[in-house]
């Protein structure tokens, strides 16, 4: 009983006011799924697979699942991408499905500029009959469909440097259409992405990394990190989310196609002791793979 009380105020102060998309510790390798804009930008068909089981132990707890594939278009600056994801949290239940469309104009020899637009299909679900305070007339079971889209831009250097700024979800709807609909409101959220990749020497890269995001109602959430890759095959790093968790992370480029990459997060809020952290996987699979055509590497 304890356990699901905990997740329910987590769930009303943490997920409905704050924080409402997913978050991932791997999102260097998940980009697409916070800007369209970088649809097409690894120059192959990107396929990517993630899972992400968070506070792992608390009862109702946030899962999530995301496919996500995106190509460019050869000889055109565009390209495309669709990608579906299934977010679950105590009595909600959420999958989006996502088209990205992007555009990219070279502005040097190395430099890329693209800009996206990602259209949302948002099925929500919300039972009830799973939270311990059943019994309230304002808390009705529904399910609902809501439409929405979203904006980025996206700029790559070569083989160095990255910035990409974007809005995944413009339209601000409510998904309560009672007098809790103040709480269930979807909130706009605003993502800044960076990152630089430093030579250490022939077979050292070192990429440090950064996301900002930011919803009103809540502060400034703000993801540092650092990997290291070996021998274009072996990385490992560490990250930091601002007043909420520490991570490690593991990857491994199997092969040219395929990469496999691990994520641990370690809570530092008043829910640790509650939880024994958060785990992720990826794995992201390519096709096509020209590598004398790519407009950026493979370490994003």
Known sequence: MKKIIIIIFAFVSFQIYAQQDAQYTQYMYNTVSVNPAYAGSR???SITGLHRSQWVGLEGAPTTQTLAA??????????????FSNDI???TEEQYVNIDFSYTIPTSETGRLSFGVKGVANFLKFDHTL????SDPNLQSFSKFQPNFGLGAYYHSA????????????????????????????RLNYYLIGGYVFDLSTNVKLKPAVLFKYVSGAPLQADLSANVMFSERFIIGGAYRLDAAFSGMAGFQVNKKLFIGYGYDMDSTELSGFNSGSH???????????????????FF
């Open 131 to 134: 939270l311990t305070a059943a």
């Open 43 to 45: 120059g192959a068909l």
């Open 70 to 83: 995106h190509t460019p278009f050869e000889n055109s600056r565009v390209g495309l991408g669709v990608s």
């Open 280 to 298: 992720e996987i990826i794995l992201r699979f390519e096709l096509f793979n020209d590598k004398n055509k790519l407009i950026s590497p493979r």
């Open 89 to 91: 949290i105590g009595p």
């Open 159 to 186: 083989d160095k440097w990255y910035v990409g700024l974007s809005a995944p979800n413009i339209l601000e709807t409510n998904h309560y259409d009672n007098s809790i609909s103040n709480l269930g409101k979807e």
